[in-house]
């Protein structure tokens, strides 16, 4: 199994900062394994937010996102990162990190691809 632990979210003002992290560990858990950042508004379904393949070589963004959030994995490829910026209060959301225990040539963003998720962050930006 995988088990995976976001911190770092909080209450920032629009305009701030914050880093997402992710740690995951189990028997499971592997280098080359895609992992993701998923985010659900009150009343909204859960919305890719940004993927990064196992090698770290490739990512992906919802284009809200693009230009202001960056995903990245640390040194030893067992944690996934999100740093935001210029945050907007519409990236107010609970983010959830994912991993999708399967090799694949391309950054999934259907949730129902995904094998493994935390517990989720609230991250909360006001006006």
């Known amino acids: 199994q995988v088990q995976l632990v976001e911190s770092g979210g909080g209450l920032v003002q629009a305009g701030g900062s914050l880093r997402l992290s992710c740690a995951a560990s189990?028997?499971?858990?592997?280098?080359?394994?895609?992992m993701a950042w998923f985010r659900q508004a009150p009343g909204k379904e859960r919305q890719f937010v940004a993927g990064?393949?196992?090698?770290?070589?490739?990512?992906s963004y919802t284009d809200s996102v693009k230009g202001r959030f960056t995903i990245s994995r640390d040194n030893t490829k067992n944690t996934v990162n999100l740093q935001m910026n210029s945050l907007k209060p519409e990236d107010t959301a609970v983010y959830y990190c994912?991993?999708?225990?399967?090799?694949?040539?391309?950054?999934?963003?259907?949730?129902?691809?995904?094998?493994?998720w935390g517990q989720g962050t609230q991250v909360t930006v006001s006006s």
């Open positions: 189990g028997r499971a858990f592997s280098w080359y394994y895609d």
């Open positions: 994912a991993c999708a225990a399967t090799v694949r040539t391309y950054i999934n963003s259907d949730p129902e691809t995904y094998d493994y």
């Open positions: 990064i393949s196992g090698t770290g070589g490739g990512t």
